[in-house]
Nanobody, 118 residues
Framework: VQLQASGGGSVQAGGSLRLSCAAS????????MGWYRQYPGKQRELVAT???????NYADSVKGRFAISRDNAKNTLYLQMNDLEPEDTAIYYC?????????????WGQGTQVTVSS
């Protein structure tokens, strides 16, 4: 499984960005997909997840501003980020979790930088 994240960049506060994560392999439709972010010197933290049944979960800090979605036909995960704040500046990673032969598996993309200036 390979995950390729894209769409990061630099925006001013209040602006929007849309992240994409293209997944290879046949597991996309069964995986719980997610976006995480990491600040310098900090541990990676949850931003949002979406299950194969389209249930979503968001960090409190992004509720109402970010929207996670998936297109199983395109094997692609999205994160629409609106009303961005300087505190959203981080490296964003996409993640895939699924079970194969009874074993939980966890894959990460390479990360994409998001920078929000005030």
């Amino acid at each position: 499984v390979q995950l390729q994240a894209s769409g990061g960049g630099s925006v001013q506060a209040g602006g929007s960005l849309r992240l994409s994560c293209a997944a290879s392999g046949s597991i996309f439709s069964i995986a719980t997909m997610g976006w995480y972010r990491q600040y310098p010197g900090k541990q990676r933290e949850l931003v949002a997840t979406i299950t194969s049944g389209l249930s979503t979960n968001y960090a409190d800090s992004v509720k109402g501003r970010f929207a996670i979605s998936r297109d199983n036909a395109k094997n692609t995960l999205y994160l629409q980020m609106n009303d961005l704040e300087p505190e959203d500046t981080a490296i964003y990673y996409c993640n895939a979790k699924f079970v194969r032969n009874g074993l939980p598996l966890n894959y990460w993309g390479q990360g994409t930088q998001v920078t929000v200036s005030s």
